[in-house]
Protein backbone atom coordinates (compact mmCIF):
# COMPACT_ATOMS: atom_id res chain seq x y z
CA UNK A 1 0.00 0.00 0.00
CA UNK A 2 3.09 2.45 0.60
CA UNK A 3 4.71 1.64 -2.61
CA UNK A 4 1.17 2.53 -4.30
CA UNK A 5 1.00 6.05 -2.16
CA UNK A 6 4.84 6.76 -3.37
CA UNK A 7 4.15 6.49 -6.24
CA UNK A 8 0.96 8.05 -6.72
CA UNK A 9 2.95 11.21 -5.12
CA UNK A 10 5.44 10.73 -7.35
CA UNK A 11 2.94 10.73 -10.38
CA UNK A 12 1.34 13.89 -8.96
CA UNK A 13 4.53 15.79 -8.61
CA UNK A 14 5.60 15.12 -11.98
CA UNK A 15 2.07 16.19 -13.28
CA UNK A 16 2.57 19.39 -11.64
CA UNK A 17 5.94 19.74 -12.94
CA UNK A 18 5.11 19.24 -16.08
CA UNK A 19 2.03 22.09 -15.81
CA UNK A 20 4.75 24.57 -14.64
CA UNK A 21 7.00 23.58 -17.51
CA UNK A 22 4.11 23.95 -19.74
CA UNK A 23 3.19 27.53 -18.28
CA UNK A 24 6.96 28.39 -18.67
CA UNK A 25 7.11 27.58 -22.00
CA UNK A 26 3.50 29.00 -22.82
CA UNK A 27 4.59 32.67 -21.10
CA UNK A 28 8.33 32.39 -23.24
CA UNK A 29 6.28 31.75 -26.19
CA UNK A 30 4.23 35.46 -25.32
CA UNK A 31 6.82 37.17 -24.51
CA UNK A 32 8.57 36.29 -27.49
CA UNK A 33 5.53 36.79 -29.28
CA UNK A 34 5.22 40.56 -28.37
CA UNK A 35 9.28 40.98 -28.12
CA UNK A 36 8.77 40.20 -31.75
CA UNK A 37 5.65 41.72 -32.92
CA UNK A 38 7.26 45.34 -31.81
CA UNK A 39 10.48 44.81 -33.22
CA UNK A 40 8.12 44.09 -36.27
CA UNK A 41 6.03 47.28 -35.66
CA UNK A 42 9.46 49.44 -35.23
CA UNK A 43 11.09 48.01 -38.27
CA UNK A 44 7.97 48.93 -40.75
CA UNK A 45 6.05 51.95 -39.20
CA UNK A 46 9.62 53.77 -38.37
CA UNK A 47 9.44 56.09 -41.38
CA UNK A 48 6.34 57.61 -39.74
CA UNK A 49 7.88 57.67 -36.56
CA UNK A 50 11.29 59.07 -37.67
CA UNK A 51 9.07 61.65 -39.99
CA UNK A 52 5.82 62.91 -38.18
CA UNK A 53 4.41 64.88 -40.67
CA UNK A 54 1.65 67.13 -38.82
CA UNK A 55 -1.77 66.59 -41.35
CA UNK A 56 -3.14 70.21 -40.14
CA UNK A 57 -1.25 73.10 -39.45
CA UNK A 58 -1.93 77.22 -39.65
CA UNK A 59 -1.59 78.71 -42.87
CA UNK A 60 1.66 81.68 -43.35
CA UNK A 61 4.03 82.90 -45.19
CA UNK A 62 7.21 85.31 -44.70
CA UNK A 63 4.83 87.56 -45.50
CA UNK A 64 3.42 87.52 -41.91
CA UNK A 65 6.87 88.54 -40.45
CA UNK A 66 6.93 91.74 -43.58
CA UNK A 67 9.50 89.57 -45.88
CA UNK A 68 9.54 89.56 -49.54
CA UNK A 69 9.99 85.76 -50.28
CA UNK A 70 9.46 83.58 -53.43
CA UNK A 71 6.98 80.56 -53.55
CA UNK A 72 9.13 77.65 -54.94
CA UNK A 73 8.35 73.84 -56.37
CA UNK A 74 11.54 72.42 -56.55
CA UNK A 75 11.45 69.11 -58.94
CA UNK A 76 13.20 66.24 -57.38
CA UNK A 77 12.37 63.97 -60.45
CA UNK A 78 9.83 63.65 -63.23
CA UNK A 79 6.71 63.39 -60.96
CA UNK A 80 8.08 64.57 -57.85
CA UNK A 81 8.77 67.96 -56.18
CA UNK A 82 9.52 69.79 -53.01
CA UNK A 83 7.96 73.04 -51.40
CA UNK A 84 10.41 75.91 -50.84
CA UNK A 85 10.68 79.33 -50.05
CA UNK A 86 13.81 81.51 -51.12
CA UNK A 87 13.64 84.57 -48.99
CA UNK A 88 16.59 87.25 -50.08
CA UNK A 89 19.09 88.89 -47.79
CA UNK A 90 19.19 93.08 -47.32
CA UNK A 91 21.67 93.94 -49.91
CA UNK A 92 23.49 95.79 -46.96
CA UNK A 93 24.65 92.54 -45.27
CA UNK A 94 27.95 91.64 -45.16
CA UNK A 95 26.51 88.61 -46.12
CA UNK A 96 24.14 88.52 -49.18
CA UNK A 97 26.33 86.93 -50.90
CA UNK A 98 25.85 83.99 -48.97
CA UNK A 99 22.83 81.53 -48.89
CA UNK A 100 21.60 79.02 -46.50
CA UNK A 101 20.35 76.13 -47.54
CA UNK A 102 17.98 74.87 -43.87
CA UNK A 103 16.65 71.64 -43.60
CA UNK A 104 14.13 71.83 -40.88
CA UNK A 105 13.14 69.40 -37.58
CA UNK A 106 10.63 66.33 -38.40
CA UNK A 107 7.39 67.91 -36.27
CA UNK A 108 6.48 70.64 -38.62
CA UNK A 109 6.37 72.06 -42.07
CA UNK A 110 7.51 75.64 -43.57
CA UNK A 111 3.99 77.45 -42.67
CA UNK A 112 5.41 76.96 -39.02
CA UNK A 113 8.64 77.96 -39.37
CA UNK A 114 7.33 81.23 -39.88
CA UNK A 115 7.88 81.73 -35.77
CA UNK A 116 9.68 79.05 -35.10
CA UNK A 117 13.33 79.86 -36.91
CA UNK A 118 12.73 81.99 -40.32
CA UNK A 119 12.78 85.19 -38.33
CA UNK A 120 16.16 83.99 -36.87
CA UNK A 121 17.46 82.72 -39.75
CA UNK A 122 17.03 85.80 -41.53
CA UNK A 123 18.36 88.11 -39.28
CA UNK A 124 21.72 86.39 -39.70
CA UNK A 125 21.72 88.50 -43.20
CA UNK A 126 22.11 85.56 -45.85
CA UNK A 127 19.24 84.54 -48.72
CA UNK A 128 17.43 81.83 -47.12
CA UNK A 129 16.07 78.86 -48.72
CA UNK A 130 14.03 76.51 -46.69
CA UNK A 131 12.72 73.35 -48.02
CA UNK A 132 9.84 70.94 -47.16
CA UNK A 133 11.10 67.11 -47.53
CA UNK A 134 8.54 65.24 -49.61
CA UNK A 135 5.26 64.31 -46.96
CA UNK A 136 5.55 67.89 -45.54
CA UNK A 137 3.14 70.69 -46.55
CA UNK A 138 2.47 71.10 -50.12
CA UNK A 139 5.40 69.11 -50.99
CA UNK A 140 4.74 65.69 -53.37
CA UNK A 141 2.65 63.48 -51.04
CA UNK A 142 5.49 60.35 -49.98
CA UNK A 143 6.67 58.84 -46.95
CA UNK A 144 9.94 60.24 -46.30
CA UNK A 145 12.89 58.06 -45.49
CA UNK A 146 16.57 59.14 -45.11
CA UNK A 147 17.48 58.16 -48.87
CA UNK A 148 14.36 60.36 -49.85
CA UNK A 149 15.28 62.98 -47.82
CA UNK A 150 19.07 63.00 -48.81
CA UNK A 151 17.54 63.47 -52.23
CA UNK A 152 15.68 66.60 -51.57
CA UNK A 153 18.87 68.00 -50.50
CA UNK A 154 20.41 67.19 -53.56
CA UNK A 155 17.51 68.37 -55.79
CA UNK A 156 17.38 71.93 -53.12
CA UNK A 157 21.44 72.24 -53.79
CA UNK A 158 21.38 71.34 -57.57
CA UNK A 159 17.94 73.64 -57.74
CA UNK A 160 20.57 76.88 -56.62
CA UNK A 161 23.56 75.68 -58.23
CA UNK A 162 21.84 75.41 -61.77
CA UNK A 163 19.01 78.13 -61.87
CA UNK A 164 20.12 80.46 -59.29
CA UNK A 165 23.66 80.18 -60.30
CA UNK A 166 24.80 79.87 -56.59
CA UNK A 167 28.55 79.28 -56.73
CA UNK A 168 28.92 75.93 -53.85
CA UNK A 169 31.22 78.21 -52.19
CA UNK A 170 28.64 80.64 -51.26
CA UNK A 171 26.03 77.47 -50.78
CA UNK A 172 25.68 77.38 -46.09
CA UNK A 173 24.04 74.31 -45.39
CA UNK A 174 21.96 74.31 -42.36
CA UNK A 175 20.41 71.27 -40.88
CA UNK A 176 18.40 71.50 -37.22
CA UNK A 177 17.73 68.14 -35.52
CA UNK A 178 16.69 65.77 -38.52
CA UNK A 179 17.70 68.41 -40.82
CA UNK A 180 21.04 67.56 -39.41
CA UNK A 181 21.25 64.58 -41.31
CA UNK A 182 20.33 65.72 -44.66
CA UNK A 183 22.89 68.77 -44.13
CA UNK A 184 25.72 66.43 -42.97
CA UNK A 185 25.08 63.92 -46.20
CA UNK A 186 25.29 66.89 -48.68
CA UNK A 187 28.06 68.59 -46.56
CA UNK A 188 29.74 64.95 -47.09
CA UNK A 189 29.28 65.08 -50.66
CA UNK A 190 30.00 68.21 -51.36
CA UNK A 191 33.79 69.41 -50.36
CA UNK A 192 33.15 72.88 -52.74
CA UNK A 193 30.21 74.42 -50.32
CA UNK A 194 31.07 77.12 -48.19
CA UNK A 195 30.05 75.73 -44.68
CA UNK A 196 27.81 73.80 -42.30
CA UNK A 197 25.86 74.38 -39.73
CA UNK A 198 24.48 71.62 -37.23
CA UNK A 199 21.26 72.81 -34.72
CA UNK A 200 20.42 70.30 -31.77
CA UNK A 201 22.45 67.74 -34.04
CA UNK A 202 22.58 63.65 -33.47
CA UNK A 203 25.20 61.46 -33.71
CA UNK A 204 22.37 59.05 -35.19
CA UNK A 205 19.17 57.71 -34.75
CA UNK A 206 19.93 54.62 -33.27
CA UNK A 207 21.26 56.71 -30.71
CA UNK A 208 18.50 58.83 -29.60
CA UNK A 209 16.74 55.91 -29.35
CA UNK A 210 18.93 54.18 -26.95
CA UNK A 211 18.48 57.08 -24.95
CA UNK A 212 15.02 55.42 -23.98
CA UNK A 213 15.64 52.53 -21.85
CA UNK A 214 13.12 50.62 -22.65
CA UNK A 215 13.95 50.51 -26.30
CA UNK A 216 17.67 49.03 -25.13
CA UNK A 217 16.03 46.14 -25.02
CA UNK A 218 15.34 46.03 -29.05
CA UNK A 219 18.15 45.22 -31.50
CA UNK A 220 18.02 49.01 -32.84
CA UNK A 221 21.04 48.96 -35.17
CA UNK A 222 19.52 46.21 -37.23
CA UNK A 223 16.20 47.37 -37.64
CA UNK A 224 17.30 50.53 -38.58
CA UNK A 225 17.11 51.83 -42.08
CA UNK A 226 16.88 55.19 -41.25
CA UNK A 227 20.14 55.83 -38.94
CA UNK A 228 21.07 59.15 -40.07
CA UNK A 229 24.75 58.46 -38.64
CA UNK A 230 25.82 62.01 -38.40
CA UNK A 231 29.27 60.73 -36.44
CA UNK A 232 30.10 58.36 -39.07
CA UNK A 233 29.65 60.73 -41.97
CA UNK A 234 31.10 64.09 -39.68
CA UNK A 235 34.75 62.26 -40.33
CA UNK A 236 34.35 62.77 -44.35
CA UNK A 237 33.02 66.58 -43.97
CA UNK A 238 35.96 68.95 -44.95
CA UNK A 239 34.50 72.29 -44.88
CA UNK A 240 33.97 74.84 -41.82
CA UNK A 241 31.50 73.65 -39.46
CA UNK A 242 29.63 75.09 -36.72
CA UNK A 243 27.67 72.94 -34.29
CA UNK A 244 24.98 74.17 -31.46
CA UNK A 245 22.91 72.85 -28.92
CA UNK A 246 21.04 74.29 -25.76
CA UNK A 247 22.10 72.67 -22.58
CA UNK A 248 18.71 71.27 -21.50
CA UNK A 249 18.60 69.92 -24.69
CA UNK A 250 17.27 66.06 -23.68
CA UNK A 251 16.66 64.17 -27.17
CA UNK A 252 19.88 65.50 -28.05
CA UNK A 253 22.32 65.84 -25.25
CA UNK A 254 25.54 68.21 -25.38
CA UNK A 255 26.95 65.09 -25.46
CA UNK A 256 25.95 64.10 -28.86
CA UNK A 257 27.01 67.61 -29.96
CA UNK A 258 30.52 66.96 -27.86
CA UNK A 259 31.16 63.69 -29.78
CA UNK A 260 30.33 65.78 -33.15
CA UNK A 261 32.85 68.23 -32.66
CA UNK A 262 35.40 66.04 -31.56
CA UNK A 263 35.06 63.96 -34.67
CA UNK A 264 34.64 66.67 -36.86
CA UNK A 265 37.70 68.33 -39.16
CA UNK A 266 39.43 71.60 -38.45
CA UNK A 267 38.08 74.49 -38.80
CA UNK A 268 35.15 73.83 -36.27
CA UNK A 269 33.26 75.79 -33.77
CA UNK A 270 31.20 74.54 -30.92
CA UNK A 271 28.61 76.59 -29.29
CA UNK A 272 26.65 75.51 -25.70
CA UNK A 273 23.32 77.87 -25.49
CA UNK A 274 22.35 78.35 -22.00
CA UNK A 275 19.40 77.29 -21.06
CA UNK A 276 18.02 76.41 -23.77
CA UNK A 277 16.38 72.38 -24.63
CA UNK A 278 15.60 71.12 -27.82
CA UNK A 279 12.73 72.71 -28.74
CA UNK A 280 13.32 76.24 -27.96
CA UNK A 281 17.01 77.22 -28.84
CA UNK A 282 15.86 79.53 -31.54
CA UNK A 283 13.82 81.21 -28.58
CA UNK A 284 15.93 81.08 -25.68
CA UNK A 285 18.83 82.86 -25.23
CA UNK A 286 18.71 83.26 -29.49
CA UNK A 287 20.58 86.57 -29.24
CA UNK A 288 23.98 84.71 -28.19
CA UNK A 289 23.30 82.40 -31.00
CA UNK A 290 22.67 84.64 -33.57
CA UNK A 291 25.69 86.58 -32.83
CA UNK A 292 27.98 83.38 -33.03
CA UNK A 293 26.42 82.38 -36.18
CA UNK A 294 26.86 85.77 -37.93
CA UNK A 295 30.32 85.76 -36.76
CA UNK A 296 30.62 82.16 -38.60
CA UNK A 297 28.99 83.52 -41.91
CA UNK A 298 30.93 86.31 -42.25
CA UNK A 299 33.80 84.72 -41.88
CA UNK A 300 33.50 81.73 -43.50
CA UNK A 301 35.77 82.37 -46.65
CA UNK A 302 38.40 83.79 -44.63
CA UNK A 303 42.16 82.29 -45.25
CA UNK A 304 39.88 79.79 -47.94
CA UNK A 305 40.39 80.83 -51.71
CA UNK A 306 37.57 82.34 -53.55
Given at each position: ???????T???????????????????????????????????F??????F??????????????????????????????????????D????????????????????E???????????????????????????????I?T????????????????????????????????????????????????????????F????????????????????????????????????????????????L?P???????F???????????????????I?????????????????????????
Amino acid sequence: MADIVARTDIAAVEQEISRHRRLIARIALLVFAIYAAVCAFFYFRQDKMTFPAPASYPRASPLDAGLPFEDLHIPVNKSQQIHAWWIPADPASASADKVLLAFHGNGYVLEQSVTLEMIPLHSLGANLLLVDYRGYGSSSAEIPTEERVNEDARAAFDYLTSQREVPSRNIVLLGRSIGTGPATELAKEHADAGGLILISPFTSTVDIAKTIWYLRIFPLALLSHNRFDNLLKIKGVHIPIFIAVGSEDRLTPPAMAQALFKNANNPKQLYISPGADHNNIMEIGVAGLEKQLTTFLETIHRGRPL
